[in-house]
C-alpha cells in the first residue's frame, strides 16, 4: 500500500524533521572519525528521508520481505547516510552509529551488504544502476508490485556502465524502475571534471522518464517521487541539484571536497552552526 | 596447399566451428539442451546473454522460456549486473558470453557484484582458449588464472557433451557464483557412460606408472588418446581428469602424482596461473617431488588462423601431446 499521495504539508513537516534527525546522526558519527564523506551524506538526506519515511514500503522488522521496495545506495562511501537513515528507520540501533568507521563495526566507511538493510554492495561505482534492473525483472517476473530505487551520482554517469544500464532499463519497460541521480557538483578529483550536462536531456534521451529538481527541497523531492509512481512502461529518473555539506553552512560554503577532514576540536563548532541554522528554519 | 584445404582454414578462422574431438559420436548444443530441460523443473532458472545467444548455445532455453530470457546487447558488465540483481530477487541466472569479455571486461562485476555477496549467478563462457581462430580479442586463453583469483567463485572446465550437461545440473543445483567454460555446436562425447561428475572431485580415467598426466577442458580427451598411444610404445601414462579449477582437488593430484614418475599437465589455457600452477602448488605444498611438463598455451598473444593449424603449432593436438611426452620421458 503506498502512503499519502501527494503528500500534504504536514507530511513535509515530518519529512523536514526526519531529514534534520538524520543530518544530526551524520555529524555526530563524523565528529567520532573526524573525517569523511559528511558532505555528501547531508547532500543527500532530504532525498533518503523522503524514501525512508514516505515512499518505500519496507518492514523494519522483516527485511526479508519478498515485495518490500528495494533502495539501492551504489555511493557505497554515502553510507554515512545511509547508516543514519537505517537507525532512524528501526533497522539498526541507534546507539551502533557510534561504531561508524571503527574496526569491526558494521558501519563501514563504504557499505557491505552484510549490514541488515542494505542491498547492495556499493562503492565501486557504476554497479548500482545493473544490480536494480535485475532486481526489476526479478520482480516483475514474480508478479509483484515492489519498486527499485537506485541512487547514483553525477560523477558515476562518467562510468560508462551506467550508460549500458540506462540503455536496457527503457529496453525492458521498467517502470517501477526508479533513478536518484544526485548531481552535487563533487568528484574524487575535486569539482565535477567531466562536464555531465545536460544531465537530464541524457537521461530523457535513454528513454527514462525524466525530472530535474533541488533535491534538498523536501516538497520538490515528494512531489516527484510521488509523479515517479506511475506504471506507464518508462522507468523514472528524478536529477537531484543537491548542496554538499546542506545544513551546515561551514561544509557547504568550504571548497568543494570529496572527502572533509576536520580538526576534532572543530566538531563542537560545526555541530552548533548546524543547530542554529535548525532552530531559525524552524 | 589445396583450394578446398584454403577454403576450411578461412571458415575455421571465422570462428564458425572449433572443431574439437574428431571421431567421436556427439551432441549439439549440450548446454543449451540441459539447461531448457532444467527450466522446466524449475522456475527460478532465467537466462541471459550479451548479444551472443546464438553463439553459445543458449537458444534453446530462450525458445522454450522466452519470458525469463534476457539480452542485454553488448554490455557485458551490465549482463553481470542484471544477473546480480536477478540472484538478489531469489533466481537463478544462467548467464552467457564469450570468456573473453566475462573475464577482461566485466571482472570488476564478477569479483564485487557477484562474488563479494557469493550470490548464485552462473557464467557460462564460449571460446574457451584455443577454440577460435579469430585471435587475441576472441581467444579466453588467460581466464582460468584469473578466474581464480575471485573469492569464493567455483571455476568448470567441462570435457565434453556428457560432462557439461551434468555440469549445468550440478551448478544449478550448487550455491553460489560459478564460472563455467562452454564447448559449443557439436561436443564430442569422451567420457564412459558411467562417469559421475561432482563439482571440485578430480577423476582418474586410466591408471598408469610412468607418466602421469593431468588434465582439464577437452585437453583430457587428447590425454586420453595419447595415453592409449603412449601404452603401445610401452610408456604406462594415467591420466586424471580435474574438470573443477576452483575449487581445486589437490589432494586426489598429489595421490595421483605420488604414483607415477613424472607429471605431465594439459590445458587449453597458457601454461601459467592455470592448471599447472595449481598442480605445481599442490606438489610443492605437499612435499611430492616429481618434474613437471607443462602442455598448453604459451605466455603471449595467439594469432589468427585455422584452429586446427593454431592447435598443432601451440602444442595441443594429441599428436603433440604424444610427442611432447614421448620426448620428455627420453630427455629423463
Known sequence: MLRNSPPDEADIGALRRRATRLRRHMLTMARGQGQGYIGQGLGIADVLAALYFHELRYDPHNLAWADRDRFLLSTGHYSIALWAALAEAGIIPVEELATYGADNSRLEMSTLDTTPGVEMIGGSLGHGLGQGIGQALGLRLDGSEARVFVELSDGEMQEGSTWEAAMSASHFRLDGLVALIDCNGIQADGPVVLDMEPVADKWRAFGWETSEIDGNDMAAVADALADARARNGKPKAIVLRTLPGKGVPRIETSEKSHFFRVDVAQWDGIIAEFENSVGASQ | ?332
Open chain 2, 1 to 332: 596447399m589445396s583450394g578446398a584445404a584454403v577454403e576450411a582454414g578461412r571458415t575455421l578462422a571465422m570462428g564458425q566451428d572449433e572443431a574439437v574431438g574428431s571421431g567421436r559420436s556427439s551432441v549439439d548444443a549440450p548446454f543449451g539442451r540441459a539447461l531448457a530441460r532444467l527450466g522446466k523443473a524449475r522456475s527460478d532458472i532465467v537466462g541471459l546473454t550479451a548479444d551472443l545467444g546464438k553463439y553459445t548455445d543458449i537458444l534453446p532455453f530462450r525458445d522454450a522460456f522466452p519470458d525469463r530470457f534476457f539480452n542485454v546487447g553488448m554490455a557485458e558488465q551490465n549482463l553481470v549486473a542484471v544477473a546480480a540483481g536477478l540472484a538478489r530477487s531469489s533466481k537463478v541466472p544462467f548467464a552467457t558470453t564469450y570468456g573473453v569479455f566475462a573475464t577482461r571486461r566485466a571482472y570488476d562485476f564478477v569479483a564485487i557484484a557477484l562474488a563479494h555477496s557469493n550470490l548464485d549467478v552462473k557464467i557460462v563462457a564460449g571460446l574457451p582458449g584455443l577454440t577460435t581462430g579469430y585471435g587475441g580479442t576472441h581467444q579466453a586463453i588467460e581466464d582460468l588464472a584469473l578466474m581464480r583469483m575471485i573469492p569464493g567463485l567455483t571455476i568448470i572446465d567441462p570435457c565434453d557433451a556428457t560432462e557439461i550437461e551434468a555440469a549445468t545440473e550440478a551448478i544449478a543445483e550448487h550455491r553460489g557464483p560459478v564460472y563455467m567454460r562452454l564447448l559449443r555446436g557439436a561436443v564430442p562425447v569422451v567420457l564412459e557412460p558411467g562417469y559421475r561428475f561432482e563439482i571440485g572431485k578430480a577423476r582418474r580415467l586410466r591408471e598408469g606408472t610412468d607418466i602421469g598426466i593431468v588434465s582439464t577442458g577437452f585437453m583430457t580427451e587428447r590425454a586420453l588418446d595419447a595415453a592409449d598411444a603412449l601404452r603401445k610404445q610401452g610408456i604406462s601414462a594415467g591420466v586424471l581428469h580435474v574438470p573443477t579449477i576452483k575449487p581445486f582437488d589437490a589432494e586426489a593430484v598429489a595421490e595421483f602424482a605420488a604414483g607415477v614418475g613424472r607429471v605431465v599437465t594439459a590445458e587449453n589455457h597458457v601454461v601459467v596461473g592455470g592448471l599447472a600452477s595449481l598442480v605445481v602448488e599442490a606438489l610443492f605444498d605437499r612435499g611430492i617431488a616429481r618434474k613437471v611438463t607443462r602442455i598448453g598455451l604459451p605466455d603471449r598473444y595467439i594469432e589468427c588462423g585455422a584452429v586446427p593449424t593454431l592447435q598443432a603449432k601451440y602444442g595441443l593436438t594429441t599428436q603433440a601431446m604424444i610427442q611432447t611426452i614421448a620426448g620428455s620421458e627420453t630427455a629423463a
